[in-house]
């Protein structure tokens, strides 16, 4: 026989265990588990303190969960993209990957790799705090696929403002091919590459390209010649990509060398001084080069102020993975509003929900997002944002290895015409 001392002990010994099991029952079913496999091309200082920024919310809304951070390098993910093709081929899909909206992810939905998250959308109320036109970029059909972490601007010319100065050199809020190659004669004569450029990989040659045809000729051409409804040999375009050419002799002499990481380590060295790349640039000279916004960089932008080159980064839920569920946290964890922001501050890009306050962000930031809500937008090709076919800008960025090295603008005009039209 118990004693009553001992029974109340027992009781309260059980109970502690009974209480010890639900707690436990509550976390779980408060988390998903299981792996989470998170494939991006997010690997230089700014870009993967971002992406921690939404792993380590995942990981605190879901405890039981096992993170795979599955980040391929090189920029704009140069083989990433082709890592991934190999896998998806092979079967071996991971829970959640990085894709552009537009015609990138048209190609996985397409390929019916990717689910519909049009459910989860209304479930969240997510609809009520993207906006309606970017929704509609992951849109297809009627259904949603991705989600946004935030939108990069892509037409931003970085520049390192003692370089410019100790040149007699200021730019406005934009500025004109002249003025630019004015700019370009007083920093050679101060001894510093007015160009800052790391083209190891093609694409950052291909994106000064496609900023400064839109500079050049508009929103409007550059998108109808994406669409083949414009020609590539209409003279205006020839002298935009003449332009193009003159500016590579600005460059600083190892630009083969280089990455877009380098080329930021240049500018904010100030052993060159200008940089055309998306505001990815920005985090990594806040985040990895310790750089202040205004004070030791400035920007400007090649033609209208207004116009808003955009580069989405978003995240798709494998079709086939092992574990959707943890897909749909990951896809959770990136729409949270404080995410939002911590992830925007690291990786450059601005906020985009309707419901969230970009005042702790820099002025570069609170001006893009605010250029991002009223200005003139324009899908990026070199980035996979047009809505055309993969071929379209796989030709232009063979077509500028080819004006490298021949400079024939005219012949360029001649392959994208045959690339749009065809
Ligand atoms: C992505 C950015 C990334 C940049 C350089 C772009 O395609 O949208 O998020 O930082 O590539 O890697």
Redesign the pocket.
């Known amino acids: 026989m118990l004693s009553k001392k001992k029974i109340i002990a027992s009781v309260a010994i059980m109970s502690a265990a009974v209480l010890g099991v639900s707690q436990a029952t509550v976390a779980q079913a408060a988390g998903v588990t299981g792996k989470v496999e998170v494939f991006s091309?997010?690997t230089?200082g700014?870009?993967s303190a971002a992406l921690n920024a939404i792993l380590s919310a995942l990981k605190k809304s879901n405890p039981g969960i096992e993170i795979i951070n599955a980040a391929v390098a090189?920029?704009?993910?140069t083989n990433a993209k082709q890592v991934l093709a190999t896998r998806l081929a092979a079967g071996d899909t991971p829970e959640t990957w990085?894709t552009?909206p537009g015609g990138e992810l048209k190609g996985y939905v397409d390929q019916a790799s990717v689910l519909d998250l049009t459910a989860l959308y209304k479930s969240e109320g997510w609809n009520n705090v993207v906006p309606k036109g970017l929704v509609d970029s992951m849109t297809y059909n009627g259904k949603t696929y991705s989600v946004l972490t935030g939108i990069?601007r892509a037409n931003a010319v970085w520049t390192n403002k003692a370089a410019l100065r100790k040149a007699g050199v200021s730019f406005g809020e934009s500025v004109t091919f002249a003025q630019l190659e004015a700019a370009a004669k007083k920093l050679k004569a101060a001894g510093i590459a007015p160009l800052c450029l790391g083209d190891k990989d093609i694409?950052t040659a291909a994106q000064l390209l496609e900023e400064t045809l839109v500079g050049e000729l508009g929103a409007a051409t550059f998108n109808n010649l994406a669409a083949g409804k414009a020609s590539w040999t209409d003279a205006k375009v020839v002298t935009a990509v003449n332009h193009f050419n003159t500016m590579l002799t600005w460059a600083n002499s190892d630009h083969k060398a280089l990455d877009?990481t380098g080329a930021v380590a240049a500018l904010a060295k100030g052993t060159c001084a200008m940089n055309v790349m998306?505001d990815?640039a920005y985090?990594e000279l806040i985040v990895k080069q310790q750089k202040k916004d205004n004070i030791d960089f400035g920007y400007t932008v090649i033609g209208d102020p207004k116009t808003f080159v955009t580069?989405?980064?978003s995240f798709v839920i494998g079709a086939k993975s092992k574990n959707a569920a943890a897909g749909e946290a990951f896809a959770k964890a990136v729409m949270d509003p404080k995410v939002q922001i911590a992830f925007n501050k690291l990786?450059?890009?601005a906020p985009y929900r309707t419901d969230v306050s970009t005042a702790s962000l820099g002025a570069y930031q609170r001006a893009a997002a605010k250029t991002l809500a009223t200005g003139t937008l324009v899908a990026s090709l070199v980035?996979?944002q047009q809505l055309v076919a993969a071929s379209v800008g796989q030709a232009f960025s063979d077509g500028v290895t080819v004006l490298q090295a021949n400079k024939d603008a005219a012949a360029f005009g001649k392959a994208m015409n045959a690339a749009t039209k065809g």
């Open positions: 091309w997010w230089s700014s870009e090189g920029g704009a993910g990085q552009h990069h694409w877009w998306g990815w985090g580069v989405g980064d990786k450059g890009s980035h996979g």
